[in-house]
């Protein structure tokens, strides 16, 4: 199975200060079909994973700019620029590539 | 607007079974594939199954497979997800998702004597 490794496990951060997630995959993430199948999630506290990021880069549907990802192959990105209180929580990557699909294990997303 | 609401979690012996439902709305349910999800108390998200739009093709990890089955019925826009055999280690919270857009509230699950 696909081993997603984040890091930190837990980032600690003050308002308006930019942060970054790393993933890193145990295998390319690159999919026969020229697609990237790795993804960010968000979890708030007490509610369930919303998506931000999909193949990669893609900021999904009504989630803010500050939000980006990158990377490519085995090692992936997410990047806050300028945390806001409502950022707080967990984020998971998650791989869609290889079955079974995985989750990272998660970095826990603080105030300092 | 798009709503995915679970039911059907509860307390559960070992061994036994229990069936999940998702109940899906503002989305016409039948040209997406959809999953369960589950996380355990204070652990983080496992995937448990997916299903193709018409329901032939249905995906597992091995920690679940041949004890889970997961089905649809598009004309009702709903999902299930039937679990027998049922461990301890199988008690979580259990999440319906369209993936990975949108995501229910999820449901408990609580398998224990």
């Known amino acids: 199975d696909v081993v997603l490794t984040q890091t930190p496990p837990t980032l600690s951060a003050t308002i308006g200060q930019s942060v970054s997630i790393s993933c890193r995959s145990s295998q390319s993430l690159l999919h026969s079909n020229g697609n990237t199948y790795l993804h960010w999630l968000l979890q708030r506290p007490g509610q369930s994973p919303q998506l931000l990021i999909y193949?990669?880069?893609r900021l999904e549907s009504g989630v803010p700019n500050r939000f980006s990802g990158s990377g490519s192959g085995t090692d992936f990105t997410l990047k806050i620029s300028g945390v806001e209180a409502e950022d707080l929580g967990v984020y998971y990557c998650v791989q869609g590539t290889h079955a079974p699909w995985t989750f990272g294990g998660g970095t826990k997303l603080e105030l300092k | 607007e798009v709503q995915l609401v679970e039911s059907g979690g509860g307390l559960v012996q070992p061994g036994r079974s229990l069936k999940l439902s998702c109940a899906a709305s503002?989305?016409?349910?039948?040209?997406?594939?959809m999953a369960w999800v589950r996380q355990a108390p204070k652990k983080g998200l496992e995937w448990v199954a997916t299903i193709s739009t018409s329901g032939s093709r249905t995906y597992y990890p091995d920690s679940v497979k041949g004890r889970f089955t997961i089905s649809r019925d598009n004309a009702k826009s709903s999902l299930y997800l039937q679990m027998n055999s049922l461990k301890s280690e199988d008690t979580a919270t259990y999440y319906c998702a369209r993936l990975w857009s949108f995501w229910g509230p999820g449901t408990m699950v609580t398998v224990s004597s």
């Open positions: 193949l990669v880069s």
């Open positions: 503002g989305f016409t349910f039948s040209n997406y594939y």
